[in-house]
């Protein structure tokens, strides 16, 4: 059998060899890395709160009569304006034309003192007629003017009178209960029905009182409900009075695209500063274990442009958002897995997957 020539099987042997060594790093595990960063630590709080009504009334009336018309039942949907609910005005309306007819009589009064009094003037006081005349008729239509604003005062105020017979919504909202009915005699301060405001909705949460000078512009609240999370806008800090509370209110404007109605119960993340900082990673680079242990994977850079990855234990602080605090095991600028550590073992060799490859 003729041999193969000494540099041909070298030159072959080195291109197996390559190509044994391409596909062994085309085997080998593709993660994604991360280093290990020094930043502000924040700390998380659950809070349980309740969803409130900016605005809840109770209307009344102004007037005593008897309930004429209904225009509502509980749970109807209004708009600000919309009449609710009127009352007899049967006799408001004759006073309300009585009214009308004595301004209009008091009009008459006063251009004719007017007439009287210019005639007077084109005669010529002193000549013609007594000066004491024309000042008498000067009186007469000062007199005529206070009487016509008298009249006029009390029409405004039967006209007034007759409008509080019609109850109107404030607002737009739900009626959430209705106290009276047709026949039904009513007098001032009866409540007949309450409105809610269903569109502007506040959350009131209570927050353990240590957290009070935490709270700053910079602080985040996310309330969760429907599946989803949103950021709420932080409105106010009430007070409680209690001193036995230990806590106060946090008041937030209710976010858009969540279903929420007035009296509904709601739970939040509030996330605040701890005025402190430390190295943090993501929450997917922690490994936990069931007795306890709490490891990351560090990767080192091999001479192959891949990387071997060794376990390193850790202790953790506190967590916030998708970052958990490293108290201990870390000294900062590590690269760790954040991805693809489900399988590795200490001193296997990975490479960085594609940027955007899950």
Same mark, same amino acid.
């Given at each position: ?24 790093? #085309? ?181 353990? #009182? ?140 990975? #490479? ?7």
């Amino acid at each position: 059998m003729r041999q193969l020539r000494p540099g041909f099987s070298m030159s072959a042997l080195v291109l197996i060899l390559c190509l044994a060594g391409h596909a062994a790093a #085309q085997d080998r595990p593709r993660v994604h890395l991360e280093a290990v960063e020094e930043a502000d630590i924040l700390q998380e709080i659950s809070l349980n709160g309740t969803v409130n009504a900016l605005r809840t009334s109770r209307l009344s009336t102004a007037v005593p009569g008897l309930v004429d018309s209904v225009n509502v039942e509980t749970g109807s949907r209004v708009s600000r304006g919309d009449l609710l609910i009127e009352l007899d005005d049967e006799q408001v309306d004759y006073e309300l034309a009585a009214a009308r007819a004595a301004t209009d009589e008091g009009k008459a009064r006063l251009a004719e003192a007017r007439r009287l009094l210019q005639e007077a003037r084109s005669v010529g006081a002193g000549r013609n007629i007594a000066a004491t005349e024309v000042s008498a008729r000067e009186s007469e239509v000062t007199s005529a003017r206070a009487a016509l604003a008298r009249l006029d005062a009390e029409q405004q105020r039967v006209a007034a009178d007759l409008r509080r017979h019609r109850i109107v919504a404030p607002f737009d909202g739900v009626v959430s209960q209705r106290f009276s009915d047709l026949g039904e005699w009513v007098t001032p301060g009866d409540e007949l029905l309450q409105l809610v405001d269903t569109n502007n909705l506040r959350l009131d949460f209570q927050v353990p #009182q240590d957290y009070f000078s935490r709270i700053t512009d910079s602080a985040e609240l996310r309330v969760h409900a429907d599946g989803r999370s949103l950021i709420a806008h932080i409105e106010a800090l009430v007070p409680v009075n209690d001193p036995q509370a230990r806590t106060f209110i946090l008041r937030a404007t209710a976010p858009d695209g969540l279903t929420l109605l007035p009296g509904m119960a709601v739970t939040a993340t509030l996330r605040v500063a701890s005025g402190e900082r430390g190295l943090t990673v993501a929450r997917d680079a922690i490994n936990r274990y069931p007795e306890g242990r709490v490891t990351v994977w560090i990767a080192e850079a091999s001479g192959d442009g891949g990387y071997i990855v060794t376990e390193k234990r850790v202790e953790t602080g506190s967590g916030f958002g998708d970052r958990v605090e490293i108290t201990g095991g870390l000294a900062g600028g590590e690269r760790v897995v954040v991805r693809g550590n489900e399988s590795l073992s200490d001193g296997m060799e990975v #490479q960085l997957a594609e940027r955007g490859a899950n």
